[in-house]
């Protein structure tokens, strides 16, 4: 996996400031007010700092962005960089401003003179998440970027507050390293693998195989991965730190690769069906978020691994499958599969763990990109308290989520002539058909949210905290969720 970049927190020690090698960041604020660091800065740098702030660029710089000042004088670092950011940033402004930092460090080790700034595990936990690279694939890798020490006051009580989110931190890793695997690589059985080892940090994981899987009745499962030499499987990860209460359950859809079946995708493009496992991806890098940080709350992650392929024996449109529930679905296209991945897994959750609240997580729809592009899931619920309260968390992190309608109409759409069911409802309201979809196996009182994340599991350019690829969005929002409402 790849690690996140270490971090230390010490005491301000302005004397470091001449002989710190690699980079060295310093804070102003907006209006150009220079903290004790600063001040030792500009007089080491031969006022340097003075004339950048009485520059042009210093006033059409945005808060929160930075620049940079080549091989100061009087100082061993290769660089200062000043980022311009308020002493007490709001959350958010203080991770994008650590992102910028990260941006402008490149590999290179830092020196980060925070002083009594607030936030400042905030801003550590920007640094980390934008300093991410996968690099597993390449025989030349880039140079990994160095780690950073935090000048600060009361590093003991910075360093607490930013453990917890360093958790967080090695969970999106842990979800953009699965996304972001090439399909021959992370195959069910790897992923199986990898989601097993996690038994170290406390979960208990349980794989369920094909045998398994067709006792119990999933045949709408099972029908999707039969064109495919990779074994269907069902992972279940517990995470028992509460007390007696029902577990929050999270259903990821994890389908390794996906060609469309019989119902082939147009090839331009195809590579990018590496990541149709991002649902699966993001509840992996929840519990292992939640292990880490031993959440007080039981969480139970449930996963379908599958690969959709076309083959002689694969699914094909027109084919009549029964799912765990019993009721009947008309495969009309054999590219609407994650739906058929994720009802027997929804079903299967709620009869063995009754959970006290259910989210599944899907990269579903081309639909809720054409909706929503890539600055938002979108959001679909039975229950409004659940709802507004996944909506609160994922403001909270910064991570972008819109609320969708459902009804009865959009359910109409579904109608079989010769099954209980279709599996897809037309063109029009596709990402809604997908949730009604869902929604016919979620128990009356079960609370249920289903997040289709398309547009926001991998992006073609970088982010405000990531990379260009896989953005682990999610992991973020739903640890928030877990925190604001499931724990004691």
Known sequence: MTAPIAIDFVETDLDALAGATGKVAILITPEGKLDPAGRRVNRLSKGAVARMLESQAWEKLKEGSTISLGYPAGMAAEAVIVLKLRRRPVAEQARKAGAALAGAKGAAALTIMAGSTAAIADLSLGLVLKSYRFTDHKSKPDDAPGGAVIHCTKPEAVAAEATAMMAVAEGVFFTRDLVNEPANVLTTDDFAARLAAMQDLGLDVEILEEDQLGELGMGALLGVGQGSDSPSKVVVMQWRGGGDEAPLALIGKGVVFDTGGVSLKPAAGMEDMTMDMGGAGVVAGVMRTLALRRARANVVGLIGLVEN????????????????????????????????????????????????????????????????????????????????????????????????????????????????????????????????????????????????????????????????????????????????????
């Open 309 to 488: 392929m076309p083959d002689g024996r694969a699914q094909r449109p027109g084919d009549v499958v029964k799912s765990m529930k019993g009721e009947t679905i008309e495969v009309i296209n054999t590219d609407a599969e994650g739906r058929l991945v994720l009802a027997d897994v929804m079903w299967y959750a709620q009869d063995r763990f009754a959970p006290a609240a259910m989210v599944d997580l899907a990269t579903l729809t081309g639909a809720i990109i054409i909706g929503l592009g890539h600055e938002n899931a979108g959001v679909f619920s039975n229950n409004d308290d659940l709802a507004d309260q996944f909506l609160k968390a994922a403001a909270t992190e910064g991570e972008g989520a819109w609320r969708m309608p459902m009804g009865q109409a959009y359910d109409d759409m579904l109608k079989s002539r010769i099954a209980d069911m279709k599996n897809v409802g037309g063109r029009a309201a596709g990402s809604i058909t997908a949730a009604q979809f869902l929604g016919r196996f979620v128990k009356d009182d079960t609370p249920w949210i289903h997040l289709d994340i398309a547009g926001v599991a991998s992006v073609k350019s970088e982010t405000a905290l990531a990379p260009k690829g896989a953005t682990g969005w999610g992991v973020m929002a739903l640890d928030r969720l877990v925190r604001d409402r499931f724990e004691g």
